[in-house]
Structure formats: C-alpha cells, structure tokens
C-alpha cells in the first residue's frame, strides 16, 4: 500500500495517527511521519484513516 500525504492539506489533527500509529505518527518536531508504503497487512487502517482525515489529505494507492 503506498501512501502519500499532502502536506499543504493536513492541518496535524492527529485522526490518523489515532487510528493507525502503525503506520501514521507524529515526530518530535509535530510534523506527521508515515511510511511511502505499508504492509498489505495494514491496509484496513490506512484505509480507515484516509476515511477519517478531515482534509482528505491521504491518498492512498495499491
Ligand atoms: S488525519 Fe489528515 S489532517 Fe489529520 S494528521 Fe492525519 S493526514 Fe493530517
């Protein structure tokens, strides 16, 4: 799974990260880290999280 995250249209609310800090997390600085691709395994809760983005910023592709 191969994410990507628009950085311009994230505003850092966290849905993400709360739904999957396996793959979505925030670095000491604030700023959201992620993975360029996730585990086939994981790909209900990047799915879940591109749901729940508020911006829709993740895009996610197979
Ligand atoms: S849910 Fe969307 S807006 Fe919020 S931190 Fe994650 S990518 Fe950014």
Known sequence: VRITV???????HGQCVE???R???FAADGSLEHPAEADESLR??????????PTQ??????
């Open 6 to 12: 628009d950085r311009s249209a994230c505003e850092l």
């Open 57 to 62: 910023a993740i895009e996610v592709a197979p």
């Open 19 to 21: 739904r999957e800090p």
């Open 23 to 25: 793959v979505f997390r």
């Open 44 to 53: 209900d809760g990047v799915a879940d999280a591109q749901f729940l983005c």
